[in-house]
Structure formats: C-alpha cells, structure tokens
C-alpha cells in the first residue's frame, strides 16, 4: 500500500491532472470546433500557435508562462490584487503549466473527432428546424463522444507527466506543487532511495494505466449504447 | 410560389439561375455536376451563395447583398439528402420525431397518415443502423415530413438505391404529393422520376436554367442537342390515339402522320398520350424486312448525325416527327450512314413505353 506521503503526491497529481483537464476542456472544444468546421484567413496560423506547447522545450514553456503570470508581470500582479494570492509557485500554476502542456493534445483529439462526424447530418438537422447550438449538443457532441473522451484522458496522462514548465512556473514545494515527476526527480537527489523511487515509479504507472482503462471502458458502454439505442 | 434567384462560382463554372414556379411539384433535371444539388443546397440555406434572392409564398428567404438571410432552420424547408442520413445514435422512432414539434404530428391524424404512405410502422422497433437502404430512405422521408415543413427538398432520393428499390420509392413519393399534398422539389437524373412526379421542370446545364416548363413538353422537345443527350436520348412524345385494335393487344398513334404501333392503351381515340422510347431500341435497315415481329417499320432520313463518346447519334425524320437512334461507329460505317439518307427504323410495340398508361 502506498505510504501516506505518496497517497499525497498521487492525489495532489491527480487532483491537478484533473483540474488541468477541466479548465482546458471548453476552450480545447471551442477552437478545435472553429478548426473543424470554419475556413477563415489565418487558420494554419492559429492552428500552429495551437500546437506550439507541443513542440516548444516544456522548460520555454514554463519560462514564458512565468515571465507573462510571475509575481511581477501584469497578469500576477493584477491577480494578487483580485485574490490576495499569488499566481505563480502555487498549486494553480501546476493547474496552468499541465493545462497549457496538454492543451494541443486536447484539441487535436478533439478536431479528428469532429472531423469524423459527417457535416451533412448538422446540415439536415438544420433543415428540420433545429438550431446550431441543439444539433452540436444532440448530434455532434454524442457522435464525437469517444474522440472527446480519448481527448480528455490524453491530456489528463500529459498533465500527470509535466515536468519542465512544471518546475520552472509552480516550483517544487511539497504538498503543494510535487506532482509525481517533481517527487521522483526530488527522491533522485537524496541517496539511499532508489526503492522510494522504484514505489513511485509503480505508482505512477499504475495511475496512467487506470486512466486508460477507463476511457476504454468508458468507450466500450458508449458504444454498448449507441448499439443498442 | 418558389422564386430563386442564385448566383455562386463553381470550381469549373459559375451557377447563375433565375427562376420562378407555381408547380406543386417543381423537377430540377441535369446531369451531375451541373450545379442542381448545389441549387438545392443554396435554397436549404446550407450554403451561402455569393449573390441569393429567394421567396417562398411571398416571404422572403433570402435576400443578399442588401437584405436578411434566414438560417437553415428557420425557412421551413426539409432536406432529404442523396444518401438517407439518418442520426446513427438516435432510434428510428427518435429520428423520426427529431424536429421540433414532430413528438405532436406524430401521434396526430397527419402522422398517422404519414406513417401509413411510408409504410414506417413496421420500422418503429428497428435500429437505424439495421435498415437497408430503401427503409432508410423511407425513414428520412418520414422525418422530414414530421418536421411540417412548408416544402419538401430531395436531393436525388432514389439514387442511393437500386432500379427497383427507386421505382418502390417514387412510388410512395407519388402517393406523398396525392395524400400529403406536399409542395416539393426534387433533383434528379432521370428523365423518368421528371415525368413520373414533377408539374413543372428546369433543366439545368452547367449552372445555367436551359429549360422550363412542364416535364412532357420541355423533354419531347429536345431543342438543343445538350438536352437530348442529357436524356439517355429517349424518345419521348405526346401523340394522340388513332385507333385500338384490342384483340392484337396494340394501339396506333399518329407520330407526325405516319402510324406507330405501341402496346394497348386505355385513352379514347383522339386524346393524347405521353410515350417513351430509348434511342437504342430503334433499328436501322436499308430494306424493310419480311415476316418480322417488330410492328413498326417506318420510313424514315436521317437528318442530322453527330458523334457522342464511342457512339453515333442519329436524328431521324419519320414524318413530321424527328426521333433519335443510337448506333455504333461500325454499323455507321457499314451502312454508309449520313444526313440525307432514307432507310426504315424497326421498333418493336414493346419497346414503346406508355409513360402514363
């Protein structure tokens, strides 16, 4: 059984990973919807400034992330005014470097899904009354189901991964900010603890695993239903 | 009351149409790519043309640059596209009641009666996914005219499906216009769903309206050489009976003063009846035959003859009336085939078809 150390670095990850996912989720299915279905000037653009987090050293990531949210940048300063706390070195700022990391993931899986339900059913949905919002809630959204899923757990397993913007924009303070890659990398540092690390690393594979099945779970009932509706 | 007018480039044209119709039923008849499903599209509301006027009922649809455009969803226009699409999560009933309101007209004497002309009772329990291609169609057919709406717009709907199945289907389209009586307009390629269904047609060749008119009258007229091959080349005319001969099963018909012999008929002498024949059902001799089972052998000249692909289409003039033959390249050449030349065209009774017996 995981110590009582390590169940706080496993729910501190997951709680993270999670919130990542869910602050990102509506922006993700947003662009990845205007990426989809809408031809407008300037669309490779934003879809590589979509993608940059992807191919962008974590570590430039995290460096940017604090250089436009830090204590001293507009954004943190207006932030700790408005809450009285700061943004950057907090549990929030490994929310934001996971939510942004994962970002390009979310929305790609996303796109590919939209892409794959056939524009002509939102056009005959249209044509029998029904407006764009009700035909992307009760058509498009339950046939890009499994692809939004797929989406969701993808980034959820990059946030529990983030390392790099991680340590630079939220720092490594315990309880706080030491996700499982920090722990790892602060257990690396001390001697003697090569089996605290191996527990980790069990539990950190064990975590990721149990959220791939789920979504292949939950993938599987989707579809148990729709074959069945 | 439709009026459309609609103006979008295509990638080799550009779709310039202008017309207006007071038909129930009004047939937009072209070969594929010349631009009808993309004027059906445009009239949905689907897409958005450069330059668009439309009014149905004396209420605008669209008017631009300058005027409103109405969404898709609120003009009151049901798509039927080519391929039934039916919501493949959603139950055959939940596609049915899709649109709003439908839930009422369903369980209402009108959709009691819908439901009867489509014959969907029996599809109610079936998954969506389990129906074949005619009980699809016949699914999204339904759910359409669950939705009310003010017209009916199919994009070729029997094309997905096989001859038989889409003989089965106009069927029901036909027994749609009688019970439901639906305004409607449809897109198709065949000249045969135009004759069977439609009060008014337009034909349309790359991108432009080269015809208007009632179905009969604007294909038995193939002005333009383009219309004539757009038509498979039938034959199609209206002529008035000249006499039954019941026992021989046969009727004459005045084709232009000389008498066509075409399987019997139920029209009084002196009406007029609409008859189709395919251009390659009509033989061309040098002699006329002896002891041949055709009933027609009719003197006729070639008027005009013109290469199409890897066939010979050859204009014939059989008394006043001009009809059309389609030969080989090797038969042409071996009969010496040319404008001006006389010879007898063989068509059999059978192969005179009775387009509305």
New interface residues.
Partial sequence: MPSAAEWQVLALAARIAAAAVLLSFLPALLLAWVLARRSFRGKALLQGFIMLPLVMPPVVTGYLLLTFLGRSSFIGRSWFALTGHHLAYSTTACVLAAAVVGFPLLVEAIRLSLLGV?P??E??????????TFTFIR?TL??ALPGLLGGAVLSFTRALGEFGATMIFAGNIEGETRQIPLAVYTLLNLPGSETAVMRLTLLSIALSLSALLFMAWLTARHRQR???? | MIEVHLRQPLSEFELNVDFRSEAPVLGIFGRSGSGKSTLLHGVAGILRPKQERIVLNGIPLAQRPGGRRLAPEKRGLALIPQDPLLFPHLSTYANLVYAPGAKNVFHSERGRSILEVLRLDSLLQRNPESLSGGERQRVACGRALLAQPRMLLLDEPASSVDAELAREFLTLLLEAKRVLKVPMIFVTHRASELLALADDCLVLEKGRVVAQGPPVQVLARPTQIGIANLLGVDNLMRLPVLEHDPEGGISFFDLGGVALVAPLCAAAPGEEVDLGIYAEDLILCERKPEKISARNALPARISNLERIGNEFLVGLQIGRAELYSRVTPSARKEMDLKPGKELVVLIKTTACHLLNP
């Fill in positions: 056939d002509r059913l056009s005959v949905s249209r044509s029998l009354g029904r407006g764009p058509i339950p046939l729709s074959g069945r509706s």
